[in-house]
């Protein structure tokens, strides 16, 4: 499953299938961005971080995709499990210390 | 693991009441934030702390709003005189001392204003 364009706030994926959350970010000054998974009634967990001189990177089942050019980041989950049913957010950093999170992908798994 | 923890996880006030929030930040870290999450919105920055001082503040966190690190273990966010619109989820995160790492987040702490 694929949320196209900029951002969809829903996802619905197979089980078993591979997973892809797209985020449109602001700011073309941000250097440092970072994947966090929210399960219900929890905080943020950390799930991958990408520096802007890199366009991938890649994790245990989770790949992200950098595209400065025209400030996308993608989220790609492989074999996609119940577990991985959450809210998703991406969020950037231009200086030092805030983060700027997106407005969040739920993703749902089917069994 | 090492975690950042929040106490209490959930705290119900009335309107015009001062709340503190309570969080333990991973042991060796060195810059502490306040983040906020209104209900099915995204999380929103409040505040940054390192050295003992704030470092970087949102335009939510007015007078009303004050950090603190007392003991060297602690961080706590204080609310003087709560509002309605103050109801969210309160979430705490640490980073370690050098930039650009990551900020690992506490499991917040549910503020109902009433």
């Known amino acids: 499953g694929e949320s196209v364009g900029l951002h969809l706030p829903t996802l619905s994926v197979q089980e078993g299938d591979n997973s892809i959350i797209n985020c449109a970010y602001s700011?073309?000054?941000?250097?440092?961005f970072i994947w966090y998974k929210q399960e219900s009634g929890k905080g943020p967990q950390f799930i991958i971080d990408i520096r802007s001189n890199m366009d991938k990177r890649q994790g245990q089942r989770v790949t992200v995709l950098l595209n400065k050019t025209v400030k996308h980041l993608s989220l790609q989950i492989a074999a996609t499990q119940p577990g991985d049913s959450a809210v998703y957010f991406c969020?950037?950093?231009?200086?030092?210390?805030?983060?700027?999170f997106g407005a969040g992908t739920t993703v749902t798994v089917r069994a | 693991e090492p975690e950042v923890t929040q106490t209490p996880s959930h705290q119900v006030t009335q309107m015009g009441q001062e709340v503190i929030l309570r969080c333990v930040p991973i042991s060796n870290h060195l810059y502490f934030y306040w983040y906020r999450q209104i209900l099915g919105q995204k999380v929103e920055f409040l505040v940054s702390?390192?050295?003992?001082?704030?470092?970087?503040k949102s335009e939510i966190f007015d007078d009303q709003f004050s950090v603190e690190r007392p003991d060297g273990s602690n961080f706590t966010l204080k609310i003087r005189s709560t509002k309605l619109e103050d109801s969210a989820m309160y979430f705490c995160?640490?980073?370690?001392?050098?930039?650009?790492?990551?900020?690992?987040f506490g499991a917040g702490t549910r503020l109902s204003v009433l």
């Open positions: 969020a950037e950093r231009a200086d030092d210390y805030k983060l700027s």
């Open positions: 700011n073309s000054a941000s250097d440092y």
């Open positions: 702390f390192y050295n003992n001082e704030i470092s970087e």
């Open positions: 995160a640490s980073q370690t001392g050098s930039t650009k790492n990551i900020q690992y």
